[in-house]
């Protein structure tokens, strides 16, 4: 047994064991919420509202008196809002605005129909805060009996955005990833791989054949990434070696960290890669901040970081607070940590040391351990297709749609969309209704051009994990038999535009049906 493992590994588990007992939840909550108020107290949102009469303000009997406060002086947020009103003069340089001092990156993350890009602020303190996070996710570690102590001085293979940051003249642009790997901390160094050099690739299918190329030659313990570009690297590894699984090149790769997307789909052909099992670790890193990590085995539950430069409001996700298409109320109900319930679905607004303020992130939870603040993702606040990483909003497709009827001149009266299998990849099948004759293939090229115009995301994963486009025109009618078939015909019931894998398979049951004079 290597000694230099033997001790980090027993290092971690004593300061695992040091970390420091928290106050409740709440109380640790309520302290984010006084430091961040008195941090941008002279920031130019902090003075629009108020926040320097908050700092001082107590009420006796009333631990709650400072949110109240804060929820009737600040409104609630969605990207659009506050960058309008606030992020874009951050963008422009100017300092103090949401949060103390010049921003000097943002994180480029996929938008709405307004924008192909999203920028998010990222300040020293949430780069921080994320580091904090990060760590306490590797102290979880010692929690894994199986590891062997060497293991904690294996090579950590991270595989994210490049590290060759856009300048726009003003502050530094990039992927989260890129971002924070450009500002890991000396001691880590050691451990980081592709290293310095192949992190720069902006091209990423350069990146992925310089990594190939050195993947022999490094000893690695842990992995990280999307596991659809996880999923692809180690296929190219082992077909470049001619090899059966990627424990013949890295013997000792235990842990695989991944976030964004659901994990199940890949399961299966992850497995098949495989020598042997991994311990597989689920966190919930955004590019707003590192919001929860996975703190135990032999569960899916995530902790929610509460006491770490993050501020948490929960939402109920219902017809109260959200309508139909998945927009928020003016003034919704939000809920504290501990006026929160188990096995139900929250909307989650977020106030954070980069300066989002009551920002509703998009993400619905659900809280599967209250006593340990654990939380599982179960959606989003408006339906979304992200099989590989593509992000593909409802805002995206009804741009989409838009954009070809005025391309072709025709009328799309109504459409859905479904992921399907591709292989080991994956694919979107796009029904629509359209009476006008229209050659189905330009159809689809012409979709898919626009969704590239329209998210970023959607436009790098066409060429890896999204491989497959199919489209299907069928009448009108064929919509509503479906919804009558529900007994959702009329009224307000509309199609649903993202559609389930069963929803898929019913329909297309139907169509086949009705083709066939049913």
């Known amino acids: 047994m290597d000694l230099l493992g033997t001790l980090v590994k027993t290092g971690i588990k004593l ?16 302290k984010v919420l006084q430091k961040l108020l008195v941090k941008a107290e002279n920031t130019q949102f902090g003075k629009h509202y108020h926040f320097g009469m908050m700092v001082g303000l107590r009420k006796a009997g009333d631990p709650k008196a400072k949110y109240k406060q804060f929820c009737r002086n600040v409104p609630t947020h969605t990207y659009n809002q506050i960058f309008d009103a606030w992020w874009n003069k951050t963008l422009k340089g100017q300092p103090d605005v949401c949060w103390p001092g010049q921003t000097k990156y943002f994180a480029l993350s996929s938008g709405t129909s307004e924008a192909a890009t999203k920028h998010i602020p990222i300040t020293r303190d949430i780069i921080k805060s994320n580091q904090k996070t990060s760590i306490r996710q590797i102290l979880t570690l010692s929690h894994y009996k199986d590891l062997p102590s060497d293991f904690f001085i294996k090579g950590i293979l ?25 500002q890991i901390p000396f001691w880590f160094q050691p451990f980081y791989k592709p290293g310095a050099k192949i992190a720069q690739e902006k091209d990423w299918g350069k990146k992925l054949d310089e990594i190939v190329l050195k993947a022999k030659d490094w000893d690695i313990g842990c992995v990280a990434g999307v596991p659809a570009w996880i999923q692809i690297l180690i296929e190219k590894i082992i077909r470049h070696y001619k090899v059966k699984t990627i424990h013949e090149i890295w013997p000792n790769f235990s842990v695989y960290g991944h976030g964004g997307v659901s994990f199940e789909p890949y399961r299966k052909a992850f497995d098949k890669l495989m020598g042997r099992p991994l311990i597989y670790l689920e966190t919930y890193l955004a590019s707003e901040g590192f919001i929860a ?100 909003s409802v805002e995206n497709m009804n741009s989409a749609i838009a954009a070809v009827q005025e391309q072709f001149n025709v009328a799309i009266t109504e459409f859905a969309v479904a992921g399907i299998r591709s292989g080991t990849l994956f694919g979107h099948k796009w029904f629509v209704s359209c009476d006008d004759v229209i050659d189905s293939q330009k159809l689809i090229e012409a979709i898919d051009q626009q969704l590239k115009n329209l998210n970023d995301d959607y436009s790098t ?55 066939s004079g049913g």
């Open 15 to 30: 300061r695992s064991r040091r970390q420091k007992k928290q106050s409740s939840p709440l109380e640790e909550q309520m």
């Open 158 to 182: 991270m595989l994210g955005g490049s590290t060759n940051l856009n300048f726009n003249g003003i502050s530094y642009e990039g992927d989260l990833s890129g971002i924070q790997v450009s």
């Open 293 to 392: 990590y996975q703190a135990r085995p032999e569960t899916r539950g995530m902790k929610l970081a509460i006491d770490n430069g993050i501020f948490f409001e929960f939402v109920p996700f219902n017809e109260e607070n959200f309508n139909s298409e998945g927009d928020m109320v003016a003034n919704p109900q939000t809920l504290l940590i501990d006026e929160v319930e188990e096995g139900k679905d929250y909307a989650i607004l977020i106030s954070t040391c980069a300066g989002a303020w009551r920002y509703l992130i998009g993400d619905v939870i659900r809280f599967s351990d209250l006593e340990k603040c654990e939380i599982m993702i179960t959606g989003r606040t408006k339906h979304y297709i992200s099989l590989c990483g593509e992000h593909m």
């Open 461 to 515: 994963e066409r060429g890896h994990g999204l491989k497959e486009l199919q489209i299907e025109v069928v009448p009108l009618s064929y919509f509503h038999r479906y919804l009558e078939k529900k007994g959702k015909l009329g009224g307000q019931n509309k199609f649903p535009r993202v559609l389930k894998k069963h929803q898929m398979e019913e329909f297309e049951e139907l169509i086949r049906s009705l083709k």
